[in-house]
């Protein structure tokens, strides 16, 4: 992947301060999955998300979930899961669209000089192990299985563009 995140684009955390991608890129690599609460697709692939994304938590990158609504409907959609992940509101839809997503739910991989190295997009467990290994082969980490024996069936998500 040749993209990069531009470096005035705005994080919003559901529970602290907004700030610029760079500044959440110093130390850790980000490991985002981008849902969109208002589909089922989204809904059908968050428990695998969770699964993945606690799998990689001691990599040296920021597991996370950017959920494109508002803080209030994101914490809405995951429930509880909003308590125990860094979880970014994307109303708007500009960091799903600046990772290069056309479709949602997507998993991804960015560098902490702004790449991003990997994509996948829809359900695809192929993609996903691939974004996977590539955040394992960068930290030293192992990866975790994809698919797993609850993941749904393959599926290609919903359009980023609503």
Do not use: C
Request: aromatic content about 8%; hydrophobic content about 45%.
């Amino acid at each position: 992947m040749a993209n990069r995140l531009p470096d005035d684009l705005v994080l919003h955390p559901i529970s602290a301060d907004p700030r610029p991608v760079s500044e959440w890129l110093t130390t850790f690599h980000l490991a985002p999955v981008v849902l969109d609460p208002y589909t089922n697709e989204s809904s059908w692939i968050l428990k695998t998300a969770v699964r993945v994304l606690d799998a990689l938590r001691g990599a040296d990158a920021r597991v996370s979930f950017v959920v494109t609504s508002d803080a209030d409907d994101a914490r809405r959609f995951l429930g509880p899961v909003a308590d125990d992940f860094l979880v970014f509101a994307d109303p708007d839809r500009a960091v799903a669209r600046a990772l290069g997503a056309a479709s949602l739910p997507a998993f991804a991989f960015v560098r902490v000089d702004g790449s991003v190295e990997a994509l996948a997009e829809g359900w695809n467990p192929a993609g996903w192990r691939q974004v996977a290994r590539a955040i394992s082969d960068a930290t030293s980490w192992n990866p975790p299985t994809i698919p797993g024996p609850n993941d749904p069936a393959p599926f290609a998500g919903s359009p980023v563009a609503g």
